[in-house]
């Protein structure tokens, strides 16, 4: 799939049999910076599956976010695994496993677009409360903009500063939810070069904890475990949201 510069994307749910697992540069594993063993497409050795110890790790669509490394240029690989697995939290460790299809690698314009896409996801939770301040939905665009040499770095800092000046903080969990989309709208203008997947991770965050408090209405336990539910659903959410965007190529 390819865009026209500035186009959206249509976020697709794709199917969640299909494996990831994050790689850097020339083919080195993103956690201990080792070469890749064999060849794109060929299985590597039998090793005994143990979570963060031996075997081959990798993910589930839903964790992709989870594993988003710090290093600019990373890779994402589809993959299969055959053998024994082991699953983890938000991972797992398979005894064998092969590099299938590179889908690309994460660039500061596509976290960056991608922060402004989880933005504007929660965007109208703020507006509903603040109808009259379209300062953080300015940031998003701005930001979006920016991304794709529209604007200049002082445009989009001055529409983040406007964004930060907003309201969001009222009490009740209303305004918590409004709070943390404002948030995330800040977070999608920031000067991302230095740490650009910090600033997609930490929108990604205020988006999801904002669909969270969005969903609880009472202090109970009812209403705790509904906003823990759409606050995971919101994540596995962007999560694909990440794979489409690194697969389009934009």
Not at 91 to 110: D, Y
Not at 169 to 191: E, F, S
Not at 243 to 250: A, L
Request: aromatic fraction near 8%.
């Amino acid at each position: 799939m390819r865009l026209e510069q500035g186009e959206k994307i249509e976020m697709m749910m794709t199917d969640q049999a299909r494996l990831y697992k994050w790689m850097l540069p020339n083919l080195r594993t993103a956690v201990q910076h080792t070469a890749w063993p064999v060849d794109v497409g060929k299985w590597t050795q039998r090793t005994a599956p143990v979570l963060c110890k031996s075997g081959w790790h990798g993910v589930e669509e839903r964790h992709v976010l989870n594993h988003l490394p710090p290093q600019s240029g990373a890779e994402l690989w589809e993959i299969e695994i055959k053998g024994k697995r082991v699953d983890g939290e938000d991972k797992f460790a398979a005894e064998q496993m092969r590099l299938v299809h590179h889908l690309g690698s994460t660039t500061a314009k596509n976290l960056r677009l991608f922060s402004s896409d989880v933005a504007e996801d929660v965007i109208d939770l703020f507006e509903v409360k603040y109808p009259d301040d379209n300062r953080p939905r300015n940031a998003i665009e701005v930001a979006r903009r920016f991304a794709n040499g529209e604007v200049s770095k002082k445009e989009m800092a001055a529409a983040r500063a406007a964004a930060g000046d907003a309201d969001g903080y009222a009490a009740g969990y209303a305004g918590a939810a409004a709070g943390y989309a404002r948030d995330a709208a800040w977070v999608a203008a920031c000067d991302a070069r230095p740490a650009p997947r910090g600033a997609a991770w930490a929108a990604a965050w205020a988006a999801a904890w904002a669909a969270r408090d969005a969903a609880r209405r009472a202090r109970d336990a009812a209403w705790d475990a509904a906003g823990l539910v759409a606050c995971a659903a919101a994540w596995d959410r962007y999560s694909n949201w990440l794979i489409v965007r690194i697969e389009s190529g934009k």
